[in-house]
């Protein structure tokens, strides 16, 4: 039991919370200091492999935290903390959902990428296969997925800053989506990979230590027993939305159900929703590609060890801010915040340590936002150039330079399209729509992934009808869901042109996925003129043999 308490102050339906000008001095503070790293990083970034990489320089811890910087997006923070204070058990699902994936992405792939990859999945998914028709469907499922995760991070910047900065209106949120795509060209076409993987390094050291604060406040707050907290939980109130009276939240917050057990449609919805987070790490061309700042396969094994390590931290912590959130903000006053459900953190600082506590938090989780949407566009880019311009259009001959420049024209036309999307995307749950990207990762890349590695009669007929199934499924039962009509949570709220009743496409685009790889592969023709690559791809999958020669064939 802790020695010691305090009383979090209660926050008000429609109260303002912290200081403005506060919010904004921290924020330039840590913008100036991020920004600092990146241009450090400038002068050391020459070369292609520069760029896309950081020239494989990077130790495991260090790419260890980096991943965990990657990996611990906005959505994990103030999403799943928001998922968890409105709906209980059912919110922890994300956390679990998201810790899991780890273990898959450890046990089948991290090793073997670093020992086949040179820059980006497609080398990967090409190096036994044929290249132009594999590296394009490898590149647009990494564009889409890229796009998804992207749009999440530029809602969740929305709400945050409008909180902080008390912005009500949409054309304000409008400007802030605007202001953090604009950072983040500037972050990735100033450092490339060495300085956003330096941002990535600083915010995961922040935000984990972030977390870890308030949970030990919280843990205070009740002198250390979670019972405790459970039970401030249960009795909070929240407003019945038919009635509009006031009623006690109840045990239901602590049972599972509370969103996923309505009905049998909601059932399968968070089978779905499990499937995606469990299978969908694997296939996140962002997360590979920090194989490939390492040197050797030891250290991506390290990599991904101290990753798990404060990722798995963190999720502990979600479940006990979020519970937090849910007995001292309570789901109303969330509900009613300008940034809505991912408004929770944020105020469940401001409840703990007041104003200041609330500033460095919500400087920390856009330190969050930034990094992350930095190493999306990073792979977005590299994937545009490398795998389509070089591998497709040009044949493997561009050179180093034009492949930079025509990666960093893609990095400002990928921040445009993400600044569009998500403006309309804002008020969305962000934990909600980094699952779709996760369930687009698992249906598109996935499949292609594994039976590169452990099939020997896979073929490109296989790989190519795998990754357009799996991606054009997964879209396609996306914008025809409630996740974007019918529904009062949906992005279009007055339009209802949905039919498909999940609204995570993972458990119908998934199977659609692995089917359409096994079923191309009997249908097509074997790749006779590669059979050899098959075995090479193997043996150094496995040893590392000739990691250090260029993988273009």
């Not at 980096?66 to 209980?88: R, T």
């Not at 994936?101 to 046990?107: G, I, M, N, T």
């Not at 949970?215 to 939305?241: C, H, I, Y």
């Not at 309570?330 to 703990?352: E, H, Y």
Request: glycine share 12%; with cysteine.
């Amino acid at each position: 039991m802790l020695a010691f308490s305090f009383d979090p102050r209660k926050i008000q339906v429609g109260e303002q919370v912290g200081s403005t000008t506060l919010n904004i001095v921290i924020f330039l503070l840590f913008i100036g200091l991020t920004m600092g790293l990146v241009i450090r990083a400038s002068r050391t970034t020459k070369k292609a492999t520069d760029f896309y990489t950081g020239g494989a320089t990077f130790t495991g811890p260090q790419n260890g935290f980096a991943i965990a910087g990657d990996y611990l997006s906005a959505a994990s923070f103030l999403g799943i903390c928001g998922a968890i204070a409105v709906q209980g058990y059912d919110g922890f699902l994300y956390s679990i959902g998201f810790l899991v994936a780890w273990l898959v992405a450890l046990l089948l792939v991290a090793e073997r990428l670093r020992n086949v990859g040179k820059f980006t999945m497609a080398d990967v998914l090409s190096f036994r296969l044929k290249q132009r028709p594999v590296r394009m469907a490898a590149a647009l499922a990494t564009l889409t997925v890229s796009l998804f995760y992207l749009i999440a991070q530029m809602a969740g910047a929305g709400g945050l800053v409008a909180l902080l900065l008390n912005i009500k209106g949409h054309t304000g949120q409008s400007i802030v989506v605007a202001v953090v795509g604009v950072l983040m060209i500037v972050y990735v076409l100033v450092g490339g990979m060495k300085g956003t993987t330096y941002v990535q390094m600083v915010k995961a050291v922040l935000l984990v230590g972030g977390a870890l604060l308030m949970t030990l406040m919280v843990l205070a707050a009740v002198k250390g027993n979670f019972s405790d907290l459970l039970q401030k939980a249960m009795d909070g109130t929240v407003t019945n939305a038919k009635t509009g009276a006031k009623e006690a939240v109840g045990e239901k917050i602590i049972e599972p159900g509370l969103k996923y057990g309505k009905t049998e449609t909601t059932k399968l919805d968070f089978l779905s929703l499990a499937l995606a987070l469990v299978l969908g790490t694997a296939g996140l061309p962002h997360v590979l590609m920090r194989f490939y700042t390492v040197p050797t396969a030891k250290e991506a094994r390290r990599s991904v060890t101290w990753a798990i390590g404060l990722i798995g931290a963190f999720y502990i912590f979600t479940l006990v801010l979020g519970f937090g959130a849910a007995a001292y903000v309570g789901a109303d006053v969330i509900a009613k915040a300008p940034g809505g459900v991912n408004s929770a953190a944020p105020l469940l600082a401001f409840s703990l340590g007041g104003t200041i506590l609330m500033a460095v938090i919500s400087a920390v989780a856009f330190a969050t936002i930034l990094a992350v949407v930095a190493g999306l566009a990073i792979t977005a880019s590299a994937s545009l150039a490398h795998d389509i311009y070089n591998g497709v259009i040009k044949r493997g001959k561009a050179s180093e330079e034009s492949q930079v420049r025509v990666s960093r024209i893609t990095v400002v036309v990928i921040g445009i399209a993400s600044i569009i999307l998500g403006i309309g995307a804002m008020g969305q749950n962000i934990a909600f729509l980094v699952a779709l990207a996760f369930a687009v990762a698992a249906s598109a890349n996935l499949p292609t992934i594994l039976f590169s590695l452990f099939w020997r009669k896979f073929n490109t007929t296989g790989a190519v009808l795998s990754m357009y199934g799996g991606l054009i499924s997964a879209i396609v039962l996306i914008i025809f869901s409630p996740a974007v009509s019918g529904k009062p949570t949906s992005m279009f709220k007055s339009l209802d042109f949905h039919w498909f009743p999940l609204e995570n496409p993972g458990l119908i685009s998934i199977p659609i996925g692995f089917g359409l790889a096994i079923i191309g592969t009997f249908l097509g023709k074997p790749d006779a003129d590669l059979t050899d690559k098959a075995v090479e791809m193997e043996v150094r999958s496995l040893t590392g043999v000739g990691v250090e020669k260029a993988i273009d064939h």
